[in-house]
Structure formats: structure tokens, C-alpha cells
């Protein structure tokens, strides 16, 4: 145990973390599209029976592996299909990877070093968001950080048995990873350990990785599930392979294009409040010369530049691409507070109490973000939150720099770490005075008394994810097929191709319902004036019935 906190103290912080971290899983509802989707499809899941073939609205759906659609499906059936059950997964794997950075550090550095690294991934803005909303990228950071881990520790003044053990480990992960989210679950692992190879000349290290042996346990772990899936749908290998994967990567297509130097401020922003000490830590994962053997902190270095290198060069970006590399970020940049110049430390607070005080000041101008489908009035009240939440950072802040000053370095590092928490935490809870605009259980709560199991549900020309979770149920499609224009031409089920065959449909229906942006309903009832009566109506949804 640390020699700078005891264990009953260690126990307490540990505790105190996860009531914070799992405090506002079902706080918030669920909003489009990613957590309806990740969502509604483990429903469909535990509907249907059918665990095999991942579907969205009754479609297939290859877009992802199922391991995560499995676990909320599966806490669906012990919890009940809540927000919830539908976040836990993804918050699981966050609360175990802080846990893993912890354990980390202990075993490469030094028993301070994993409870600072702890400290810091546990706070890291992004890290922090991206662990309490329902998307892949937690778990697949999870996965990915176990395996880059255990293969250190297995390089890491191993002897042979042991490194054995934890390449076995480090295979296994990156199997789940692969489970989780495709290919990436293993490239760049191996383009990490590659990269090392190469700038180091360690070509003894490729004797060491127990090729033949991880490589049968990761194909046992992985290759199931897609052979069978393979062999239920012909046409998921090549959707799932090549378009999912390099056509992702190399295209366009997805509509996700940003700059080459997009995730620089996307690392600056989402490494909030450890800015500071953040470029003196590489600098020094880079230059630290080691003893002998395998260079711990540079391999961990490279890990993170190959993530962030990938994703960069990739065509389809998003914000959350690069949390992979975050836990082994937060323990370099641990590892270095630990023997920091208290100057660090004082810039480090004194920086996160101005941010805080930034904040809290500016909360008022959030009201310009405003838009026809984002009303003022919500906005509004989301002001208070941002200001407690700057509040929040602020006084953290001052109380970390007191205690730096002080020379109290390991307090000063923990409760800089639970200003941080508290900071996005906030910023989370107060998002749900947004949530009329961006998630659908509001409209369908208006009218779920007047829903019955057999009316059939259209959604013309949009796509809300969120919606089919709280309806419960799939619905029919028209005009638009969002993300499942393939999945449409294997199977056109109901589908509708237009506005006309909807209205065709409508007359012939004795009871629906169906929902429309706000901006279409009048245009639709304009060319095609059916009976239609509004029945609820929020700030981008209406939805109408059938008198």
C-alpha cells in the first residue's frame, strides 16, 4: 500500500468516488442519437430473443460487435429497461479503468504514482463524460487500456512464467476490445508495439509477445460470434469488413469530416484541469532514459500518439475517438505530479480556479446558443448548472492550490481530481433541462396513454433513436432512412418510400399515429391534406393521431 495514505483513507476515497461516479446514471434521460440507439437495440435484443443478430427498428444492424449490446441487454433483464440499466455498462467499464490505472501505476511506477494516475483519469473532463453517457467508446477504452497494460507489466521486469500470464491477458483484452467496437480492438495495440519495436530495434520483444498462444486464445474469444453471424447473414462480412472499416476510414461518406488537427483541442479541452502539468509529463515519458530493458513510459507514449495519429489521419471523426489513450495519459501525466516542482502544482490550481471563475461568469452567455430547435427558455435553465459547476472547479481549485502551498502534494492532487468530477458531473446533470430538445421521452410520455400495442407508428421523413426506446417498440419508416439505408435494401419490410405512400397508408389505417419535425407537418398537409389532429409537440417533434 501507498506510504502517503493508508488503507482505511484509501478505502474511504474509493468509496467516496464510486457514489460520486454511478450517483446520476438514471438521472438523465436518454437522448439521439447514440444513446437511443445503444439502447434500443439490446431492447430489441431481449424482445425478439434473438442475440445473434443485432437489430435497430427491426432492421440488421453490422455497424458494431454485439459484446456491449449483450450487457445491456443483459442488465435490461435484471434491471429493467431503464436509463439506468442503459448506462451501466458503460459506466462500469470507466469506474474499472480508473481502477486499472490505479493498479497500473502501482505495478510499473510506484504505489503513488497509480493512486495519482487514479486521480487523474477519474477527472479528466472526457474521460468523465464519455463514462456516463451510452456509446461504445468507454468500453472499448476499457479493453484496449487493459491490454496495452498488461502487455507493459508483461515487459516490465517480468520473469517468463509471469510474462506468459500477462500476454495472455493482454490478448484476451484486445479480443473484447475487437467484441466491442471491430478492428481498432487489435491495430492498434500491435501498431503501439510495432512502433516501439521499430524506434527502439527491440526485435527480441516480438519473441516475447507468445504469438501462437495469444493468438489462438484471442481467435477463441473474437472469431465465434462472427462466424456466426457470418453464417446467419451472408452479406455482414463485406458491410461489417470493408465498410465499416475502410471505407469508414478512407471516405467521407459518414459525414464526419474535420481537420487533421481536430483532436488537438479536443485533448486540451478533455484533459481539463491537468493542462499544466500535461506537456512537462511527455516530455518526460519521452526523454527519461530507463535502467535496462523495455522503456515503460515511452512505450505508453507511443500508445498514445498511435491513437491519436490514427484517428487524426481517419476521414470520420468524433470527439470521443481518442478517449482510448486517456488512461494511459492519465498515468504519465500521475506519474510526473508525483515528483512535480510544487510551482506545477500551484499553476495547475491557481489555472482551474480562473477556468472555474471563467465559467461561472460566462454561464449567462450560454442563452446565445439558442435556436429555433433549442429554445431560450431551456438554455435558460441550464445557466444555473454551468455556473455551479465553474463554482464547483473554482473552489476546488483554490483549495488545491492552498494545499500545494502548504507542500501537502498528494491532497492538493485529490481534491483538484474530485473539483474535476464535480465539474463535469454537473455539467451532466444540469443537461437535462436540455433534454426536451434532444430526447423523445417527453413527447411520447404526453401521449403514452393514448399509444396501443397494435397502432401502427410512423416517422416521416426523420429518425429519432430515442423515440423507439420510449415507445417500446419498432415503427414504420418514411422517406428517410437515416443510418440504415442499407439494412433497408436486404430487407425492405415496411418501409415507406415517400410522403404519398405514407398518406396512401394513413387513409387506410383505422387508428395511427405518427411523428414529423415541426418544420414539415404543414408542408406535408399542404400537398397531401389528410385528417390529421396534433396530439403533442416539443421543440424539434410533433406527433400527430388519426381522428
Known amino acids: 500500500m501507498s506510504s502517503t495514505i493508508s488503507r482505511g483513507r484509501l478505502w474511504i476515497l474509493l468509496a467516496v468516488f464510486a457514489a460520486g461516479w454511478f450517483c446520476n446514471l438514471g438521472y438523465r434521460h436518454l437522448i439521439k442519437p447514440d444513446e437511443g440507439r445503444y439502447a434500443e437495440i439490446p431492447r430489441e435484443m431481449v424482445a425478439s430473443g434473438d442475440w445473434l443478430t443485432p437489430r435497430l427498428n427491426g432492421y440488421k444492424y453490422f455497424e458494431k ?123 492498434l495495440p500491435a501498431g503501439a508495439v510495432a512502433a516501439y519495436v521499430l524506434l527502439h530495434r527491440d526485435w527480441r520483444l516480438l519473441s516475447r509477445l507468445h504469438l501462437v498462444q495469444g493468438a489462438s486464445l484471442f481467435l477463441a474469444i473474437a472469431a465465434p460470434w462472427f462466424i456466426l453471424v457470418s453464417l446467419a447473414n451472408p452479406e455482414f462480412f463485406r458491410f461489417f469488413f470493408i465498410h465499416e472499416h475502410f471505407e469508414r476510414f478512407l471516405t467521407r461518406e ?190 411520447v410520455h404526453k401521449i403514452r396513454d393514448q399509444l396501443k400495442p397494435d397502432a401502427p407508428f410512423y416517422m416521416v421523413d426523420t429518425f429519432d433513436h430515442s423515440l423507439l426506446f420510449y415507445l417500446g417498440r419498432t415503427v414504420t419508416m418514411v422517406g428517410n432512412k437515416d443510418e440504415l439505408g442499407q439494412s433497408i435494401g436486404w430487407e425492405p419490410r415496411t418501409f415507406l418510400p415517400d410522403t404519398a405512400a405514407f398518406a396512401r397508408a394513413w387513409q387506410a389505417d383505422r387508428e395511427a399515429f405518427a411523428m414529423f419535425s415541426v418544420n414539415d407537418l404543414d408542408g406535408f398537409l399542404k400537398a397531401h391534406p389528410v385528417a390529421m389532429q396534433i396530439v403533442a409537440r416539443d421543440p424539434r417533434r410533433v406527433i400527430v393521431r388519426k381522428p
Open 65 to 187: 460487435p454485439a459484446l456491449q449490446y449483450w450487457m445491456t441487454a443483459a442488465a435490461f433483464t435484471a434491471f429493467g429497461q431503464n436509463e439506468w440499466a442503459a448506462r451501466l455498462w458503460p459506466a462500469l467499464t470507466g469506474f474499472l479503468g480508473v481502477l486499472l490505472v490505479f493498479w497500473a501505476g502501482k505495478r510499473l511506477f510506484t504505489p503513488p504514482a497509480g493512486l495519482c494516475g487514479a486521480a487523474v483519469a477519474a477527472s479528466c473532463a472526457l474521460y468523465v463524460v464519455v463514462g456516463h453517457m451510452l456509446t461504445l467508446d468507454m468500453a472499448l477504452t476499457f479493453f484496449m487500456s487493459a491490454s496495452v497494460f498488461a502487455f507493459a507489466v508483461a515487459q516490465h521486469d517480468s520473469g517468463e512464467s509471469e510474462r506468459r500470464r500477462w500476454m495472455l491477458v493482454a490478448w484476451a483484452a484486445a479480443a473484447l476490445a475487437v467484441m466491442t467496437k471491430g478492428l481498432v480492438g487489435i491495430v
Open 254 to 443: 459518414h459525414d464526419r469530416y474535420q481537420p487533421f488537427w481536430y483532436f488537438i483541442p479536443v485533448l486540451l479541452l478533455g484533459v481539463l484541469p491537468w493542462i499544466v502539468g500535461l506537456f512537462p509529463a511527455l516530455r518526460l515519458a519521452w526523454t527519461r532514459s530507463a535502467a535496462a530493458g523495455f522503456h515503460t513510459q515511452r512505450f505508453l507514449l507511443l500508445w498514445c500518439a498511435v491513437v491519436l495519429a490514427f484517428f487524426s489521419a481517419s476521414n470520420s471523426k468524433l470527439v470521443s475517438y481518442i478517449l482510448p489513450f486517456f488512461p494511459a495519459l492519465s498515468l504519465l501525466v500521475g506519474n510526473y505530479l508525483c515528483s512535480a516542482p510544487r510551482r506545477v502544482l500551484l499553476a495547475q490550481a491557481v489555472l482551474a480556479s480562473l477556468l472555474g471563475i471563467a465559467v461561472a461568469l460566462a454561464s449567462p452567455q450560454a442563452v446565445r446558443f439558442a435556436s429555433e430547435s433549442l429554445p431560450s427558455q431551456l438554455v435558460e435553465g441550464y445557466v444555473p448548472w454551468i455556473a455551479a459547476a465553474g463554482a464547483f472547479l473554482a473552489a476546488a481549485g483554490i483549495l488545491s492550490a492552498a494545499l500545494a502551498a502548504g507542500a501537502k502534494r498528494l491532497p492538493a492532487i485529490i481534491s483538484l481530481a474530485f473539483g474535476g468530477i464535480l465539474f463535469a458531473q454537473t455539467l451532466l446533470w444540469g443537461h437535462e433541462r436540455l433534454s426536451p430538445a434532444f430526447s423523445a421521452y417527453h413527447i
